[in-house]
């Protein structure tokens, strides 16, 4: 495993020592990595898994997909008596879809209550999904969202205190690795796409690079991707879907060139994978957008496109180039490497974010006493 860089207590944490993370997704990426990440900057965190207090049957699935249940109510219920039980500087609520107003408000009795979300609740409507979370919001003393548009639709729904916490690498999962040649035989490409399908630029881009003949693997969920693809595309599919962890690491390893598509539904402009393709040490080759061109320097560090002809054109040009495209690489693993977009620098950040919050929140409840 690669050697951990970087895990100096955070400035601005100063009065936070302890935290109660809710977990509500799914995922190595979201609060597991958080958990690892604050303990090693030397703050003490309890995880409250809410999965593992629901069953995996066909009722449980129930619940999970339409929040609503015996389970749900549980779960409510016990993370207050948690919160109660702990009494930690800040209760973290990742996602919070399955929590209430009133869980909430009870739980801001005991601690000040953040939260945050790594998706787009704003956006395309998803009222199952968010019936609960946007009913709540109102309630957080704070919240992180993860994009500059959702500061003023967070606001719109009542939320006190909001900012931008971006997505990140994760330094002990996301790095270059060597590979057998079983493995690189399973995993190894031209082209390598891991992610969800949606009707946008990914659909002609990834066609038009399998009918060139050109190897291509998609990492997914594989009924989606089927009726989306050409039937002449079926090869690409990976039988087992999603790559995750490790497997995901492998299967970018294990290619020449790392896309990057940028959700139209989440109205993204970055998304983890810009950080997660060179940090393993691959070439990237990303929708062109504003925020990427800051992140990187077109044709230097990584490579740009803003159509399926120009996607093509640079595989093309890039398979035939190995080293430029090797050189590429190089100078996108040293600025991801140099640029604070990994998990540690990210908590540094949410830790000093929710001590001024909290600071605030301290010097308002004192004034407002002295008024009474």
């Excluded at 495993?1 to 990426?29: D, Q, Y």
């Excluded at 990595?33 to 699935?61: C, K, M, Q």
Aim: glycine share 6%.
């Amino acid at each position: 495993m690669k050697e951990i860089r970087s895990r100096n207590t955070a400035p601005g944490a100063n009065n936070i020592e302890s935290v109660l993370l809710v977990r509500s997704a799914f995922g190595e990426i979201h609060e597991l990595a958080w958990l690892r990440a604050l303990r090693d900057l030397g703050i003490r965190v309890e995880l409250f898994d809410t999965h593992s207090y629901i069953p995996r049957n066909l009722a449980g699935r129930i619940e999970q997909r339409y929040l609503r249940g015996p389970h749900i109510r549980k779960v409510n219920r016990m993370v207050i008596e948690r919160a109660r039980a702990m009494r930690p500087d800040v209760i973290h609520f990742y996602q919070g879809h399955h929590y209430s107003a009133e869980t909430i408000t009870a739980v801001s009795q005991f601690a000040f209550v953040s939260g945050s979300h790594d998706d787009d609740p704003f956006g395309r409507p998803r009222f199952r999904e968010y019936r609960l979370l946007m009913k709540a919001l109102c309630q957080y003393d704070g919240y992180h969202v993860n994009r500059q548009c959702n500061i003023a639709e967070a606001a719109s729904y009542g939320v006190k205190r909001a900012r931008v916490l971006m997505m990140y690498y994760i330094p002990w999962l996301h790095y270059p690795c060597s590979l057998s040649p079983q493995e690189q035989a399973e995993f190894g490409s031209d082209v390598v796409f891991a992610g969800h399908m949606e009707p946008d630029l990914r659909i002609e881009c990834l066609s038009g690079v399998i009918r060139s003949g050109i190897k291509c693997r998609i990492f997914g969920a594989e009924a989606e991707w089927k009726s989306a693809l050409p039937p002449d595309a079926d090869e690409a599919l990976q039988p087992g879907g999603y790559a995750r962890g490790e497997d995901y690491r492998r299967a970018l390893c294990a290619s020449k060139i790392g896309a990057c598509f940028f959700s139209k539904w989440n109205r993204d402009l970055y998304t983890t994978r810009a950080w997660e393709i060179p940090a393993c040490g691959v070439f990237l080759l990303s929708e062109r957008t504003a925020p990427m061109q800051e992140f990187y320097r077109e044709g230097k560090e990584a490579e740009f496109f803003g159509s399926p002809a120009e996607f093509i054109d640079k595989v093309r040009f890039y398979l035939n180039n190995d080293t430029a495209r090797e050189r590429i690489a190089k100078a996108g693993y040293a600025r991801v490497i140099a640029s604070g977009n990994d998990v540690y620098s990210r908590m540094r950040q949410w830790l000093a974010d929710v001590s001024c919050w909290r600071n605030e929140a301290q010097v308002g409840n004192h004034s407002g006493a002295l008024a009474s």
